[in-house]
Every structure is written in C-alpha cells, then in structure tokens.
C-alpha cells in the first residue's frame, strides 16, 4: 500500500535533539506514514540513535549520504519519497502526534496540493502562536507565506511534476524552493491548528549570523532566474519586486546588520541593496508598499542610500528591533 505521508527528517550533529523529534514521528495518529530519516555523515552518535528507531519501528527509512549540506539532503529525500503527500521536520523541532492525520484529511478533503498549518516558536524563555493564512496560491501565496517548509504537506506528484529542487550549498533554500513553487499553486488548504514546535538556540543556522547571508544573493538570483525561465515574471513583476523589498530591507538586512566584522556587515548589505536598485530601480512605488500598509512597510519606503548604513547600525546594536 502506498504510504500516506513521507517525511523528510535531515539529520546532521543532532543527537540531543533527533530522539524527541522521531518520536514525535513514530507516534503519529496517521497510519502508514513513511518517515525518511536522511544522515549527512554526521559525526556525532546520531546514526546509532537512528538504528534504534529502524529497528523498532518500520515505517523509518534510514539513509546515510556524503555531507553536502541541507538542501543536498532535501533534495535526496525527495528522490525517496513514495507516499502520496510531502513533508519535511528539522531534527531540532518535533510535532504534535495529530499533525499529520489532520493535514492528510484536509488534503484529502480539498485535492489540495499544498496544505498549510500554524505553528509555535519554543524558546527557553516563551512558546509563541505564529498564525499562518489564510491565503490564495500564487500572487497571495508569494506575498503573504511564511518561508517554513515544516508547517506545510505538498501533493507528491504535484512536486515532482514542477520539477523545483532545493538549491544546493547555500543557507535560505527553503525559501527558494517556497517561492518558485508559489506562481504554480492553485489548491491550497489550511488547518487552523499550531501543530511545530520550532525550537529556537543558539546553534540553529537561522540564528548564526554571519558571511553566509550573502547567500541570499546567489538564492534570489535563482528565483528570478526560475520565474524568467518559466514565463512567470512579467505577471509577477510586483510579488518580486515586495519580495526583495521585504527580504534585503528586512528579515536578509536584519541578519546581515549582525554579522561582527564591520566591514564585510557593510559589504553584505551593499550587495542586497545593489540587487534590489539594479532589478527593480522603481521599487518605492511598489503597490504592496502602501496596499498593505503597517510600520514596517513604512520604514522601507525611507530606506535610501544616504541611511542605509545608520540603519544597520541601529540594528546592530538593538538587536530586538524587527522589520
């Protein structure tokens, strides 16, 4: 029988965190799920913690790859997979047992091809509710998703008919890989439901600031190069242009303004504000800027060449400050 839900588990030095994460899988409610556990040669005990887990429990896939990185073992897994529906769990986050029976039947309900959910961001100090949706494939999708892979299941035949990998050796994949499949969603369901515990310390790659967040550079050149190629950037010309309005003034600028050496902190934030001006050299009159409104839309309209680096100064030294 065909497997319901595959999950792709990436593990690499995780060995305190993987046991709670593959029991939370192990224990799921939903039945003949597969659950392919991928190692990038990890050095730690993690292979051994996995063994045990194959030997108890059938529906784990154990599978050991020379190291390449994140996206390299995502896109291993996808070569893996056999269930009827996609998900992917980080070794350091776990689920609620329900998840996937719930997100399973919602797809299954709506023929959905990509179904979504909320979730919660756990740290020492806080567990927060991080709502997600409603909205519309394509142009909603593009302007108002989280770039989460984990709080979503995607239909395995709709995957593999775009053909969208991650791209190899470089951090921000799970972006890419979100927002070039966005333009080709027409099916998306939500569960008003938190079911992630995105765990959040000091040694999560989202939390490492430094040269790696240029990046997001080379990974946004592949999104317009994927909408180009495909015939999809003229018609989301605006989703674009916000988009990189949102990530190099933004979420990729507030990573890059921490990074400790002053120097390659200004360089990496040039090459962000240089590729928004040079691809989009109208971005201010951006629809979305106004349409959506808010502070932070606000303070992107003032950003300019002769405050730019005030800005990552001030969010140099206060780190709390969001955009």
């Known amino acids: 029988m065909k497997p319901t839900v595959s999950v792709i588990v990436p ?26 556990v991928v190692n990038d040669s990890s050095p730690d005990n993690s292979q051994a913690i996995i063994d045990k887990y194959v030997e108890n429990y059938p529906q ?35 689920t ?42 394509g142009k909603e999708m593009m302007v108002h998703l989280f770039a989460t892979l984990w709080n979503k299941i995607y239909k395995t035949d709709f995957i593999k008919n775009t053909g969208i990998q ?8 799970d972006a890419c890989f979100l927002y070039c499949l966005s333009p080709n969603v027409t099916r998306i369901s939500f569960v008003d439901e938190a079911f992630v515990s995105y765990v959040q310390h000091g040694a999560s790659i989202t939390h490492t600031n ?15 190069d994927y909408f180009k190629k495909n015939n999809f950037y003229d018609e989301y010309y605006s989703e674009l242009e916000y988009l990189h309005i949102k990530f190099f003034l933004g979420n990729s600028f507030l990573r890059s303004s921490q990074i ?35 502070m932070k839309n606000k303070y992107f309209k ?22």
């Open 11 to 36: 593990v690499y030095n995780v060995e305190k965190h993987l046991p709670k994460c593959l029991d939370s899988l192990v224990n799921q409610t939903l039945e003949n799920m597969e659950i392919i």
């Open 60 to 94: 784990v896939k154990s599978f050991v790859k020379p190291n390449g990185g994140i996206a390299d073992v995502r896109n291993f897994g996808l070569s893996k997979v056999t269930g009827e529906y996609i998900g992917f769990l980080d070794s350091d986050d776990y």
């Open 96 to 137: 609620t047992l329900d998840m996937y029976e719930k997100m399973y039947k919602k797809a299954k309900e709506d023929d959905a091809e990509v179904v979504v959910s909320n979730f919660n961001w756990v740290s020492s100090k806080e567990t927060k509710l991080q709502k997600e949706g409603p909205y519309q494939g």
């Open 166 to 173: 991650f791209p190899t050796g470089n951090r921000y994949e």
């Open 210 to 224: 430094n040269s790696q967040v240029k990046n997001m550079i080379t990974v946004f050149h592949i999104i317009v």
């Open 260 to 294: 400790s050496d002053k120097q390659d902190r200004k360089d990496t934030i040039q090459l962000g504000w240089n590729l928004l001006n040079a691809e989009f050299p109208n971005w201010k009159t951006n629809h979305y800027l106004k349409d959506l409104g808010g």
């Open 302 to 323: 003032t950003v300019s060449n002769w405050n730019i680096n005030l800005y990552a100064w001030i969010f140099h030294h206060f780190k709390k400050f969001e955009v």
